[in-house]
């Protein structure tokens, strides 16, 4: 998952642009509810972030944090990954 499919799909649950879709925006201000909260969460697993955590996510509803969350949850899941 990259930052920018984040930030697509966030943009999509709102019906915005991407490009409309700041760091600091606050999601819940900007509408994302629960049932949209828990579609992106499901979308995110199916993707392959199983480490996807919709009360982390809950807790702190700013496109930032989320990327950063995401982001270090994808990274831990890649570790002790034997090759």
Do not use: T, Y
């Not at 819940?28 to 392959?48: F, N, Q, Y």
């Not at 955590?53 to 995401?70: H, K, N, Q, T, Y």
């Amino acid at each position: 998952m990259s930052e920018e499919q984040i930030v697509a799909d966030i943009a999509g649950a709102l019906g915005m642009a991407p490009s409309e879709v700041m760091h600091d925006l606050d999601l819940l201000d900007a509408g994302l509810d629960s049932i949209r909260l828990m579609s992106l969460v499901e979308k995110w697993r199916s993707a392959g972030s199983a480490h996807v955590d919709f009360p982390v996510l809950a807790s702190d509803p700013v496109v930032g944090r989320w990327i950063e969350v995401l982001l270090s949850s994808a990274d831990d899941a890649g570790q002790g990954v034997v090759s």
